[in-house]
């Protein structure tokens, strides 16, 4: 069974490398191939060798911060009223302090970052503004919180406000 498959196969073999001919048929098309498809491949390879060097760099470029306050008190405010705060940040790693994005947890609370990187041993501010705007709060001791991104481990960093609207 064995010497019936390999000369089975060595037909096919040679049938197909008997037909190396180029066509000069109008109707035919020549399409150059790279054979062993190195050239994509190499490319790919060098394109994710990058992005993990990119990545490398990155996490080892982590660094570290301290928030004055992890909590604002605005104490008894009125409904639709604009209070403002500010949190005071400071980079106390060794790389620039670059804060990605900050979010707040509603509508009625508005933060905004820094828009440069903080230097090792630098501060800055984050600002919030809080409009408490819904009836149901009414009275009732509020908590906000704001998620701040950055290039630290954790990634993440929780601030908040709180207020009593009345």
Do not use: W
Request: charged share 25%; aromatic share 4%; with cysteine.
């Amino acid at each position: 069974m064995k010497i019936h498959f390999a000369f089975v196969a060595l037909l096919l073999l040679a049938s197909c490398a008997g037909n190396t001919e180029n066509s000069t048929d109008n109707n035919s098309t020549s399409i150059e191939a790279d054979p062993d498809g190195s050239k994509g491949i190499n490319a790919d390879l060098v394109e994710l060798d990058k992005a993990e060097q990119e990545l490398e760099a990155a996490s080892k470029n982590t660094t570290s911060l301290k928030f004055e306050k992890m909590v604002h008190e605005f104490g008894k405010i009125k409904l639709n009223s604009e209070n403002d705060c500010e949190f005071k940040v400071t980079n106390t790693g060794d790389y620039p302090l670059a804060i990605s994005d900050v979010q707040a947890s509603c509508g009625c609370t508005t933060p905004q970052k820094p828009e440069k990187p903080i230097a090792p041993g630098k501060s800055d501010v984050i600002k919030v503004h809080f409009k408490p705007s819904s009836k149901s709060i009414d009275g009732k001791p509020v908590e906000k919180t704001i998620t701040v991104t950055a290039n630290t481990q954790p990634k993440i960093t929780v601030i908040r406000v709180n207020a009593i609207v009345e």
